[in-house]
């Protein structure tokens, strides 16, 4: 009996515990580390600016090559300093606040918030701030600490109910730069940031610590990047549209997490390998039914069998739904010169004889070429379905337009956004 009642007591603790964990760590873990509810996040994709973001510093040894690579390509960024840091380098907070720069707080200490003990946790946001705002102003600044990113953007509740007893906004970030993992090479960040980037992304780098060996050699050819794409570099504060996120922003991001599994099952790839494209390539095989093209070509079109070889192309829905029709057409008027680089550069779809899309955007393709044809009608029909669950999730009203084959030959595609291949 005795024994039971142990066994009984300890299966209690357990459940205790586990949720206690649950309280503490798994839900903020699932709420704010990784849905980032209440957190800023990233700024809508309908303008190319991008916000620059610096943690750990500063660094007598390392910030100021940051802030001098940032003033030469006329960037801003915001920087979530430690508190020690900040009073030891005074005149590097005055430099960042003189040249346009933002200054928020990181923490006192730089430690893993599950790692801290609750109390430590919850004073850590107020107590950095407090002591940040304090070197802001003993330097004549007059800007508030009003943002705090915990070390390695972690959070337990306590982390966050210390946010909101200080009156401070969580602010993370939607592209990591991963500077600091081992084994990272200058080269190697410029080439993640400029496949991963996208509109109104917050950026994550460091000005101090393991990541600045990467980030200090890397930024002036990374700021070079945004500049020859026609990306801003700025502060949170000045990134337009930036917001807190809500429960309404988790489906299209879901959404979005949903297309890139499905692209990797299919081998789809974002048109030039960059992800701020609007458009996803992947190698096929065409569905049918058997058409001939009307085309450009001499003497007709091609004649296009079901099964043979071909290019089919998805849209970027989260970029397009922002974008609206006008800005769609503009965008993949660009990237359609992407895919016809794909077309020759990607071994897989060097055979493809045609390049296609079916969906419920018709209008727009025939704005940009291509030719419209029907689809047998229980495609259709799982299509405009399809259509609508995606419209839903992007916020956008159900269409009632019927989904359609919008396809080019090989040649007249590429006579048309890029140059035939020799």
């Not at 990113?149 to 509740?157: T, V």
């Not at 400029?194 to 393991?210: E, K, S, Y």
Request: proline fraction near 7%; charge should be positive; glycine fraction near 10%.
């Amino acid at each position: 009996m005795k024994s039971s009642l142990n066994r009984a007591a300890l299966g209690v603790a357990a459940l205790g515990v586990a949720a206690a964990g649950l309280l503490v760590i798994g839900g903020p873990f699932l709420l704010w580390q990784r849905a980032n509810l209440g957190l800023l996040r990233a700024g809508p994709q309908t303008r190319r600016a991008v916000a620059l973001t610096f943690d750990d510093g500063p660094d007598a040894r390392s910030t100021p090559a940051v802030l001098d690579a940032l003033r030469e390509a006329g960037a801003q960024a915001t920087f979530f300093v430690l508190a020690a840091q900040a009073e030891a380098h005074p005149d590097l907070i005055a430099r960042m606040l003189r040249e346009g720069h933002e200054v928020q707080a990181h923490a006192v200490r730089h430690r893993h918030a599950w790692l801290r003990t609750p109390w430590g946790a919850y004073r850590d946001p107020g107590d950095a701030a407090a002591r940040i705002g304090a070197v802001v102003r003993q330097v004549g600044g007059t800007q508030p600490v009003t943002l705090h990113r915990p070390p390695h953007g972690a959070y337990s509740l306590f982390t966050r109910l210390g946010q909101q007893a200080a009156g401070l906004t969580g602010a993370h970030w939607s592209l990591e730069g991963q500077d600091w993992r081992a084994g990272q090479t200058p080269d190697g960040l410029r080439a993640h940031l400029r496949r991963a980037l996208q509109p109104g992304a917050v950026i994550v780098l460091h000005d101090a610590g393991p990541g600045a060996r990467v980030t200090v050699p890397a930024l002036p050819g990374v700021l070079a990047d945004l500049k020859a794409r026609g990306y801003a570099a700025t502060s949170l504060a000045r990134l337009e549209g930036l917001r807190a996120e809500r429960p309404a922003d988790l489906p299209p991001r879901l959404m979005g997490v949903l297309d890139r599994l499905l692209d990797r099952l299919t081998r789809t790839e974002p048109a030039g390998g960059l992800r701020d494209s609007i458009l996803r390539v992947a190698p096929t095989r065409f569905p049918g039914p058997d058409l001939t093209l009307r085309g450009a070509a001499p003497g007709g079109g091609l004649t296009l069998r079901a099964g043979v070889p071909a290019a089919e192309y998805h849209a970027n829905n989260a970029l397009m739904s922002q974008l609206g029709p006008v800005g769609t057409v503009r965008v993949a008027r660009q990237d359609f010169r992407r895919v016809a680089a794909d077309l020759q550069r990607r071994p897989e779809l060097r055979g493809a004889q045609a390049v296609y899309c079916q969906s419920a955007v018709t209008p727009i393709l025939e704005r940009l070429g291509f030719e419209t044809h029907d689809l047998p009608p229980a495609t259709g029909r799982r299509l405009r379905v399809w259509a609508n669950v995606l419209r839903r999730a992007y916020g956008a009203r159900a269409t009632t337009q019927e989904p359609k084959l919008s396809v080019l030959s090989r040649e007249d595609f590429l006579r048309r956004y890029g140059e035939a291949p020799r």
